[in-house]
């Protein structure tokens, strides 16, 4: 399995604060990726880097930001937090080569705000 | 752009039997891949199967099969003799060669194993 890590795992915060989700991988992929997991809605892509300080919005990039300064760490950053984004969020990797990569999932991250 | 549509909410099944699950999938592009993954209780996603579109032939990895439908755009996924460790969420996903990055996932299928 892919080194993945997110942190932290659990978060609890109020309306209109600031909040950065951090994921580490160990296993030096290429393309890194921020999903949300919400009922009846599968997983869906807020943004994706494909290398250091290159990224690219997804599906549902709106209050949402990211960073990615080195090939192990991608930020996202929610810049003021509302309940609409209480979620589950995933982090994945894959190596890049092609189109047909895997992606491996961290373990996930359950943000509430309240 | 893709768009995926799992219609089955929830599928029951007993242990040793067979359960299909069902996903339909919409893309503009003519070459792209498809994907089923696993997410049991501990939510950690697993990938199960994947499949070339350009390739006739059915994938299966042991227990697990799809039936791949190309002119139908339809693509279910079939688990044999299952297991009480086969209860999971399951996401049908495609990805286009176009627009690699961005998979798209259908919104799931509970499976559930009765004993």
């Known amino acids: 399995d892919a080194g993945i890590t997110q942190s932290p795992r659990h978060k609890v915060t109020e309306t209109g604060t600031p909040v950065t989700l951090r994921c580490h991988q160990t296993e030096n992929h290429r393309y890194m990726y921020w999903y949300r997991q919400d009922p009846g809605h599968g997983l869906r892509l807020i943004h994706y880097?494909?290398?250091?300080?290159?990224?690219d919005k997804g599906e549902v990039s709106d209050g949402y930001s990211v960073s990615r300064s080195k090939t192990e760490d991608f930020l996202l950053t929610l810049e003021s937090a509302t309940s609409s984004q209480t979620s589950v969020y995933f982090c994945?990797?894959?190596?890049?080569?092609?189109?047909?990569?895997?992606?491996?999932f961290g373990p996930g991250t359950r943000l509430t705000v309240t | 752009a893709q768009t995926v549509t799992q219609s089955q909410p929830e599928m029951s099944v007993q242990e040793a039997e067979t359960v299909t699950l069902s996903c339909t999938y919409d893309?503009?592009?003519?070459?792209?891949?498809l994907f089923w993954y696993k997410q049991p209780p501990s939510r950690q996603m697993i990938l199960v199967i994947r499949?070339?579109?350009?390739?006739?032939q059915n994938a299966t990895e042991n227990r697990f099969s799809v039936n791949f439908q190309k002119a139908a755009k339809s693509f279910s996924l079939k688990i044999s003799d299952s297991q009480l460790g086969d209860a999971a969420m399951y996401f049908c996903?495609?990805?286009?060669?176009?627009?690699?990055?961005?998979?798209?996932f259908g919104a799931g299928t509970q499976v559930v194993v009765t004993p």
């Open positions: 994945a990797t894959s190596p890049g080569l092609a189109a047909r990569d895997e992606q491996y």
């Open positions: 880097s494909y290398g250091v300080k290159d990224t």
């Open positions: 499949q070339e579109a350009y390739k006739q």
């Open positions: 996903a495609c990805q286009g060669t176009d627009s690699w990055g961005k998979l798209q």
């Open positions: 893309t503009s592009e003519s070459d792209y891949y």
